[in-house]
C-alpha cells in the first residue's frame, strides 16, 4: 500500500479553480517530484499536503489515515521552505532542536538528536554559530536538519535549492538525494527546474493547470512522453507536424503544415493519410559534413552554442529552425561553423510520436 494516496483533490482560491482532480500515489521511501510551470497547482498541493490548506473535495491518506480535517501541527511532517525559515536568533543548534523542544523532548535529548543530524548533514562543529554566519548552502542543511530531526512521515521540500547559484544547487541535489536515501524518509519535492527533477527523483509527476499531465520515471517521462506538453516541457525537442502522404519499408514521407515535405523512419507503424506529431530530441540527432545513413537531410547552420560538453546548432531546413546537440569528444569543441553546409537527421528509433 502506498504511503500517500491523493484522490480526486480539489482546490480553489476564490473563483479560480487550482487544482482539479489531483490524484497521486507516493511509496514508502521513494522521491517524488512535482514539476511544472508556474501557476500549474504544485505548490498548492505541497500546501494541502502539509495542512496549511484545506481541500475543497478529494482525499489526502498518509500510511492509511485520511488527513483532510487534521491540523498541520498533528500530521507529523517535515517541511523545507523556499527561504529556509531559519530563526535569526537562535543558534543553528537550537534551530534544529526547536522541533524536538515544541514537542515537549527534554533539552539534553532534543539537543543529543540534533547534533547526530548535524553530522549527518556534514555540518559538525557548527552547532552554536548562528544563521546569519553561514552560508546559504549550509543554511539549506539546517533547514534539512531541522525538517528530518522530528522523524517525519513526510518530508516536503518546496523549491529548497532556488536560492543558491548553479555549482552549489548541483552539489545540494546530489547530497540531499543521499542523505534522503540514508533516512530512507518519503520525499516530496515542488521544483519547476526540469534538470532537478530528473536528477533526484525515483518518479516525476509533471502538472499543468492542476491537474497531472504523466506520472513516471524520469527517464520514461523523458524517453517516452505522452503528449506535446510533456515532450515540450521536459528537455528540447524538434516538432514535425503534417499529413503521412506516403510509407516504404517504415519510412515515412509526411507533408508539413507550411508544403514542404520531410522523410523519416519511426519505431512503429503509422497510417497514410492520417496526421501525426513528431518529436526528435536534440541530442539524439546526427550531423555530418557529408550524407550518411542517418544523416540525410541537407541544411545551413545559422547558429553555434559552445555549451562545454556538448555544442549545439541551430540550423536552417525546410523552412524551419532544427535543433542539433553533438558531444564535445575532443578538445577542439565545434566542428562546423555558422553558415556552413551540413547534413543531418535521426535513426528511426529515436522518433517520438505524439
Not at 484545506?54 to 521552505?81: H, K, T
Amino acid at each position: 500500500m502506498s504511503l500517500l494516496s491523493i484522490h480526486d483533490l480539489c482546490f480553489r482560491y476564490g473563483e479560480k479553480s487550482v487544482l482539479k482532480n489531483f490524484s497521486l500515489e507516493v511509496e514508502e521511501g521513494e522521491f517524488v517530484s512535482l514539476l511544472g510551470p508556474s501557476g500549474c497547482g504544485k505548490t498548492t498541493a505541497l500546501m494541502l499536503i502539509a495542512g496549511f490548506e484545506y481541500p475543497e473535495s478529494g482525499s489526502i491518506v498518509v500510511g492509511g489515515e485520511n488527513l483532510n480535517d487534521v491540523p498541520a501541527y498533528r500530521r507529523n511532517m517535515g517541511m523545507v521552505f523556499q527561504n529556509y525559515a531559519l530563526f535569526p536568533h537562535m543558534s543553528i543548534l537550537d534551530n534544529v532542536a526547536y522541533g524536538l523542544r515544541q514537542r515537549k523532548i527534554s533539552k539534553p535529548a532534543a539537543y543529543k538528536a540534533a547534533e547526530e543530524v548535524l553530522s549527518l548533514v556534514q555540518l559538525q562543529g557548527m552547532a552554536h554559530r548562528f544563521p546569519g554566519q553561514i552560508s546559504g548552502g549550509q543554511q539549506q542543511r539546517v533547514a534539512l536538519a531541522r525538517a528530518i530531526v522530528i522523524k517525519p512521515r513526510l518530508l516536503l521540500l518546496d523549491e529548497s535549492l532556488s536560492a543558491l547559484d548553479r555549482k552549489l544547487r548541483v552539489e545540494m541535489e546530489v547530497e540531499l538525494r543521499k542523505i534522503q536515501r540514508e533516512v530512507g524518509i518519503t520525499t516530496i519535492f515542488v521544483t519547476h527546474d526540469q534538470e532537478e527533477a530528473l536528477t533526484m527523483s525515483d518518479r516525476v509527476a509533471l502538472m499543468r493547470d492542476g491537474s497531472i499531465e504523466q506520472y513516471d520515471q524520469p527517464s520514461v517521462i523523458y524517453e517516452q512522453p505522452k503528449n506535446l506538453f510533456v515532450a515540450g516541457f521536459l528537455g528540447k525537442a524538434n516538432f514535425l507536424k503534417g499529413d503521412i502522404e506516403a510509407a516504404q519499408d517504415g519510412h515515412y514521407s509526411m507533408r508539413l503544415e507550411d508544403g514542404n515535405r520531410v522523410q523519416f523512419g519511426v519505431p512503429r507503424p503509422l497510417e497514410v493519410g492520417s496526421s501525426y506529431t513528431i518529436g526528435v530530441r536534440p541530442e539524439k540527432m546526427e550531423i555530418s559534413a557529408t550524407p550518411t545513413e542517418n544523416a540525410t537531410m541537407p541544411g545551413t547552420v545559422s547558429l553555434v552554442t559552445y555549451a562545454g560538453g556538448v555544442t549545439q546548432y541551430e540550423i536552417q531546413a525546410l523552412g524551419k529552425e532544427w535543433m542539433v546537440q553533438s558531444q564535445n569528444a575532443t578538445v577542439h569543441g565545434a566542428i562546423f561553423d555558422a553558415g556552413q553546409q551540413v547534413w543531418f537527421g535521426w535513426k528511426p528509433d529515436n522518433s517520438l510520436i505524439l
